[in-house]
């Protein structure tokens, strides 16, 4: 995270970081995904913005350590942790279950 550049929407909400690489910037989503390579300044905003936040609200697998997936919901995304809770599908009665994750994005959780 050191040295990474926020960018921020037009309307203010952060969409990511461009980390320098040399001459060039990479792209990275909230979750730390690379979403290119080395890239120019204004490719790399334009990468964000297409990327844009809606991605916070999919549904994702998580690979518990027994093996089994286990279908989470974002509930916290920083720099610090990512917290991630079991899908309940809304229901107000279902008990939470949640997992703290490290930041960037590990390889036990992708995308539903």
């Known amino acids: 995270m050191h040295g990474w550049i926020e960018h921020r929407r037009e309307d203010g909400e952060r969409v990511g970081w461009l ?6 910037f ?3 989503d ?5 979403l290119t390579g080395p890239v120019d300044w204004l490719t790399g905003e334009e990468t ?5 936040i809606g ?9 518990l350590d027994d093996g089994r997936r286990l279908r989470v919901r974002l509930t916290e995304v920083s720099t610090q942790r990512i917290v ?10 279902a008990p939470q ?9 590990p390889d036990t959780l992708r995308p539903a």
């Open 48 to 52: 964000l913005e297409r990327a844009g």
């Open 84 to 93: 991630v809770k079991k899908d309940d599908f809304g229901a107000i009665d």
């Open 55 to 63: 991605y916070l609200a999919d549904r994702y697998e998580l690979l």
């Open 97 to 105: 279950l949640t997992y703290t994750l490290p930041f960037p994005l």
């Open 30 to 34: 909230l979750l730390g995904r690379e």
């Open 26 to 28: 990479v792209p990275v």
């Open 19 to 24: 980390r320098p690489e040399g001459d060039s």
